[in-house]
């Protein structure tokens, strides 16, 4: 792990833990020793800032800090930070719609979500991919669409699994998958569909017991105990709702004595009076349901507290109380609108995912037509559509834009000394030598046989010369190849790349007449021979 990566891990870990105010102070520092400007440090960094401005409940801000995050994201390739990135901010546009109607926009949510999907697959640093795999998963679960969610967290489960080095404890993720399971559960409940719900407290049952075997750390403590209360709830449906209401209570109270609060203790409260009802005990049942009814508080999140009210509810209705009836066939008739609008919601999900691998493999078709499958570099259609491309910017007449044309000296006495498939390892050899001398803006292709050309983007003839030059000497290193090189250059306007074209290929015929391998650079007097 890298050291700018190992601090962003504490930071995140700072920032979400309740000192996002250090936090951002310090990974302001981080972004600023770069360049000076904010914009030019580590995505890494970006992401640090992003979370604690949304830590502090400042969206608008953690959303600007995203859209820097994305650009750095892009200059490093890195297609973890661009899924963190894009995902965060998704997360944060739906909690701006929350708050404001004029801000809904669920199309431009689920875009950034779907999009981050795309990038982050293949991301190769566990803990970018970690990150922004854990950030699609937030991003789904505040939109309850849990059949997106459980994926990204059991990928993260794997990856840290199985990089020593990640950050985190392991069991978190599924710690993670028990309480979704658990909520997909409560959901099913609230409109009926009783079977489906207990084969998601099942899975929850599973995850949990896992997650308290593989503890460890110096909290291991306070996880286990955070896992038995989850296998517990798990219980209170099926099998056990006696034991299920012991060990409830149990862990329920070792946690909330560390301190532990929030929704995940808020649902244990539900399942506490579920088990307590179906083991029997229907009155202590109703009182658990009561106090939890009276604890929720204002800005309560729906899940936990339509849960909490329709089993206080359905409780109240077995004694006969007409109001309670009342209210619970309100309630789930409000739930199954809900859950109409979660599938709406995933199916539109399920759709831009299709339109996305549409588009992908419509992208990927057309990279494979424009490289030449013998050496994996650009193909004359690449080249030509380059050119036309260079030619149509509105400041082409303006951009000095350089050619060079090359020719293979000796191609055919090597396919008839050796065969053809001696010649392609040469011609294989040769294209990976050239691309080795091209940096920064510029396109290497082959042009069909054994002909290739380059085209630089704001290049003269001089800078194309020296290129040219270190090709034919690195054509010369290269172990068991006979062949060289004769190379013609040329410059001239980006509007005018056609005759460029042709200059550069008359320059490298006067190289071939010459003797060929060397350079030779056009000039309206004459080629003169470079070397």
């Known amino acids: 792990m890298r050291e700018i990566t190992r601090q962003a891990v504490r930071l995140l870990e700072q920032a979400q833990t309740g000192d996002a105010h250090t936090a951002l102070a310090e990974a302001e520092v981080e972004l600023r020793a770069v360049t000076g400007d904010i914009a030019d440090g580590p995505a890494c960094m970006h992401f640090v800032r992003a979370v604690a401005y949304l830590t502090r409940g400042e969206p608008r801000l953690a959303i600007a800090a995203t859209e820097l995050m994305l650009h750095a994201a892009i200059r490093e390739a890195s297609g973890g930070w661009q899924a963190a990135a894009l995902a965060t901010r998704a997360s944060q546009r739906l909690r701006l719609?929350?708050?404001?109607?004029?801000?809904?926009?669920?199309?431009?949510?689920?875009?950034?979500?779907?999009?981050?999907?795309?990038?982050?697959?293949?991301?190769?640093?566990?803990?970018?991919?970690?990150?922004?795999?854990?950030?699609?998963?937030?991003?789904?679960?505040?939109?309850?669409?849990?059949?997106?969610?459980?994926?990204?967290?059991?990928?993260?489960?794997?990856?840290?699994?199985?990089?020593?080095?990640?950050?985190?404890?392991?069991?978190?993720?599924?710690?993670?998958?028990?309480?979704?399971?658990?909520?997909?559960?409560?959901?099913?409940?609230?409109?009926?569909?009783?079977?489906?719900?207990?084969?998601?407290?099942?899975?929850?049952?599973?995850?949990?017991?896992?997650?308290?075997?593989?503890?460890?750390?110096?909290?291991?403590?306070?996880?286990?105990?955070?896992?038995?209360?989850?296998?517990?709830?798990?219980?209170?449906?099926?099998?056990?709702?006696?034991?299920?209401?012991?060990?409830?209570?149990?862990?329920?109270?070792?946690?909330?004595?560390?301190?532990?609060?929030?929704?995940?203790?808020?649902?244990?409260?539900?399942?506490?009076?579920?088990?307590?009802?179906?083991?029997?005990?229907?009155?202590?049942?109703?009182?658990?349901?009561?106090?939890?009814?009276?604890?929720?508080?204002?800005?309560?999140?729906?899940?936990?507290?339509?849960?909490?009210?329709?089993?206080?509810?359905?409780?109240?209705?077995?004694?006969?109380?007409?109001?309670?009836?009342?209210?619970?066939?309100?309630?789930?008739?409000?739930?199954?609108?809900?859950w109409r609008q979660r599938l709406n919601n995933l199916q539109a999900a399920r759709t831009m995912h299709d339109l996305e691998a549409l588009r992908e493999q419509h992208e990927q078709m057309a990279r494979a037509a424009e490289l030449d499958p013998l050496t994996g570099i650009a193909n004359r259609r690449a080249f030509d559509r380059a050119l036309e491309e260079a030619r149509s910017r509105p400041e082409a007449a303006s951009t000095l834009t350089a050619v060079l044309i090359i020719d293979t000296d000796g191609f055919k006495q090597i396919n008839d000394t050796y065969g053809h498939a001696a010649g392609d390892t040469v011609l294989r050899a040769i294209a990976t030598t050239l691309a080795g001398q091209v940096s920064g803006p510029g396109l290497i292709a082959r042009l069909g046989g054994d002909e290739f050309a380059v085209l630089l983007d704001d290049a003269g003839a001089a800078e194309a010369t020296e290129i040219a030059i270190r090709m034919v000497r690195a054509v010369h290193e290269l172990p068991d190849c006979p062949a060289t090189l004769s190379i013609g250059v040329a410059d001239g306007a980006a509007a005018d790349l056609p005759d460029t074209v042709g200059r550069a290929d008359d320059a490298m015929y006067e190289v071939k007449r010459a003797g060929g391998d060397g350079v030779g650079v056009f000039d309206h007097d004459g080629t003169e021979l470079a070397a």
């Open 97 to 338: 719609g929350e708050a404001d109607a004029a801000e809904h926009n669920l199309d431009a949510v689920l875009h950034d979500l779907v999009a981050a999907e795309a990038v982050v697959a293949g991301e190769p640093d566990p803990v970018a991919a970690v990150n922004g795999r854990v950030a699609i998963a937030i991003g789904y679960y505040e939109l309850r669409l849990y059949e997106l969610v459980v994926p990204q967290f059991r990928t993260a489960y794997e990856m840290s699994s199985a990089d020593a080095e990640q950050n985190g404890n392991r069991a978190m993720w599924l710690l993670n998958l028990a309480e979704i399971h658990l909520r997909w559960a409560l959901e099913l409940y609230q409109v009926g569909q009783v079977g489906e719900a207990e084969s998601h407290t099942a899975e929850a049952e599973a995850y949990a017991k896992r997650a308290a075997a593989e503890v460890d750390g110096p909290d291991a403590d306070a996880w286990r105990d955070n896992a038995l209360l989850f296998e517990a709830c798990s219980r209170a449906d099926r099998r056990d709702p006696a034991g299920a209401a012991i060990d409830i209570a149990y862990y329920t109270e070792r946690l909330e004595k560390r301190g532990f609060t929030g929704p995940a203790m808020m649902l244990a409260r539900v399942f506490h009076g579920v088990a307590l009802s179906r083991s029997g005990y229907a009155e202590e049942a109703l009182r658990v349901m009561e106090a939890a009814v009276a604890a929720l508080p204002p800005d309560v999140e729906w899940l936990v507290a339509a849960s909490t009210y329709r089993t206080q509810a359905v409780l109240m209705a077995n004694r006969g109380s007409p109001e309670a009836k009342a209210t619970l066939a309100y309630g789930d008739t409000l739930a199954a609108a809900l």
